[in-house]
């Protein structure tokens, strides 16, 4: 795994805060141009060949920053038409995703390669247990790329650990099969099947895999104060900054918006009406239910498992809930969900009560651009306080818990869990779709309430976090703690 | 010998550009320095404010404040001032 705060995402930061820093002084279109030249200077050891190259690559990952698709970049556009479309733009554009192919590494397609640490040995394990008869031993082993079908049987049986696999990072990281090279060896996403889960992005040592912001034009809505913008921050990202409760809360006031709303409150509806669902399923005598808040699985049983969908939860998501009570009072007012998440922009794109989502990153940037130093706050905790529970949705297994804590009987649960949509949790769920259409057996201790994160670890383990997962938990566990105390006043 | 101080900036500028990583430094530090070494969080240390001091994250070891930080190099920075260079 990539650690989460490397060089790319650091750059990726880097533009963001240039960015916000350019728009809130009203000279986006201007000064765009220069952000690359300022990034890679002249005296500076270049990353690539040269800094002009360094610099070519900063321009298009400035266009992925100001929210547009790189695959439509043009040589001959400068990046302040780009700038001045972005500020003009009315909502984001489809898709979520995009490819720099000028950083994508083209990495040779995944293989097995024999390394010269083979002792040519004598009992040849990895011959002998290759089904296809891809190997010959001429004092070192040898792969017929043309037979072989990467099994990995080779690498398993080598007691001298000389065979390794060569991946390609973001088409392992893809759970569902999304990423395929192109005739040019450069990755493509099929947005058929994509999740949104945000594993290639995080994966990718190149950076080449990209998120397209909406940054730009949320700043733009806070400096119009034409409408009311309301931020919607997900339990997640109390757990992103070290900062008591009620600071963020005031933090994110003094950035501009007018008004904030915990997603925990919202979370708190979820797991009332998931409760209900599920003892009205079960009472009906359904095999199991899964929950629906994660929207990255939602779209993997829609594409991939369909034999599950019966099962998962009719609730919508916290994010929904919130954005329905700030559109309740203000109907005309912006809803800015802040998350942790990719697939929650796939889903606020379909969601008429969600206007933007940002990502803890991308509101990390803005704070630094307005010198907001979260912590310097005098704590402005919001008017409904959400349970404990509600706050725990951000991590595995808080999800189920806050289910439980609302069941009438408890007895009647048997709660399961799926920490991660990697594709061993792809197979974990296609044999769940396989056991609710009674293609396979029941088992006696099958779990009959599913809790699904498409992260290991849950939100906070997140594509868009700027917090290592470890800190963030102990932050996290910090908060919910602070919740159960206020649901005792 | 005097323990050598490292303060680990958490200020939002410093956690945005990856000083939660940093807070794991204690239990990566290695054997020969854990009884050398005191590590603290501490709120803004102001170093963010102003271009000239470089990017963040800040970690102050000892008396000197280092920019653009990150785990292996503030521990070969305590190497060196444990062997007293």
């Known amino acids: 795994m990539l650690n989460l705060n490397n060089n790319s995402a650091n750059i990726k930061r880097e533009i963001l805060v240039r960015i916000a820093k350019l728009e809130l002084a009203g000279n986006l279109v201007k000064g765009v141009h220069y952000i690359p030249r300022e990034m890679a200077p002249k005296d500076k050891p270049p990353f690539r060949c040269c800094v002009y190259h360094d610099r070519e690559i900063l321009r298009m990952r400035v266009l992925a920053r100001l929210g547009c698709s790189v695959e439509e970049y043009d040589d001959d556009k400068p990046l302040s038409e780009y700038a001045e479309e972005a500020l003009k733009r009315k909502k984001p554009t489809w898709p979520m995703l995009t490819v720099l192919h000028d950083a994508c590494n083209a990495c040779v397609r995944s293989h097995y390669m024999v390394t010269n640490a083979c002792q040519g040995c004598f009992a040849r394990p990895c011959m002998i247990n290759c089904p296809k008869k891809a190997i010959t031993v001429d004092r070192h082993a040898h792969i017929d790329e043309t037979k072989c079908v990467n099994c990995g049987l080779c690498l398993q049986n080598c007691p001298y650990h000389s065979i390794i696999k060569i991946p390609v990072p973001c088409e392992e990281a893809c759970p569902v099969d999304a990423i395929t090279k192109d005739e040019t060896g450069h990755e493509r996403i099929d947005y058929d099947k994509c999740i949104f889960c945000g594993r290639c992005m995080s994966e990718c040592p190149f950076g080449a895999m990209m998120d397209k912001s909406q940054l730009v034009d949320v700043i733009q809505r806070l400096m119009k104060k034409k409408q009311k913008v309301v931020a919607l921050y997900a339990p997640a990202i109390a757990a992103q900054f070290k900062a008591n409760p009620g600071q963020l809360e005031a933090a994110l006031l003094a950035a501009g918006f007018d008004d904030v709303l915990e997603v925990a409150i919202g979370a708190d509806i979820c797991a009332d009406k998931e409760a209900a669902e599920f003892e009205e399923r079960m009472h009906r005598g359904d095999k199991m239910m899964t929950t629906s808040c994660c929207s990255a699985y939602v779209r993997a049983v829609q594409i991939h498992v369909p034999a599950l969908k019966p099962c998962v939860s009719e609730t919508r998501s916290p994010m929904h809930y919130t954005a329905a009570i700030a559109k309740k009072e203000n109907p005309k007012c912006i809803t800015v969900f802040i998350g942790p998440c990719l697939a929650k922009r796939r889903e606020g794109f379909d969601d008429k009560l969600v206007d933007y989502i940002l990502s803890i990153e991308e509101i990390g940037a803005l704070f630094i651009a307005k010198n907001i130093d979260v912590a310097s706050y005098e704590p402005a905790p919001g008017k409904t306080i959400p349970t404990a529970t509600g706050r725990g949705f951000a991590k595995t297994g808080g999800v189920s818990e806050a289910v439980k804590v609302r069941l009438h009987d408890k007895s009647i649960l048997k709660e399961g869990v799926i920490n991660g949509l990697s594709k061993t949790g792809m197979k974990t769920l296609a044999m769940y779709g396989m056991i609710n259409a009674g293609k396979m057996p029941q088992p006696a201790d099958c779990p009959n309430l599913i809790e699904v994160m498409a992260c290991e670890g849950g939100c906070i383990g997140g594509p868009l976090v700027i917090t290592n997962p470890k800190i963030a938990n102990t932050l996290l566990a910090e908060y919910v703690k602070n919740g159960k105390q206020q649901e005792k006043k | ?85």
């Not at chain 2, 794991?24 to 290695?30: A, S, V, W």
Request: proline share 5%; aromatic share 2%.
């Open chain 2, 1 to 85: 010998m005097k323990k050598i101080k490292v303060t680990i900036c958490t200020g939002t500028a410093c956690f945005v550009m990856g000083a939660s990583d940093l807070m794991l430094l204690k239990e990566k530090l290695p054997d020969e320095l854990k009884n050398k070494v005191d590590v603290a969080g501490c709120t803004c240390m102001n170093e963010c404010k102003g271009d000239k001091n470089g990017m963040p994250p800040y970690v102050k070891i000892g008396d000197e404040v280092m920019h653009h930080a990150n785990v292996p190099d503030i521990i070969s920075r305590l190497t060196e001032l444990v062997e007293g260079k």
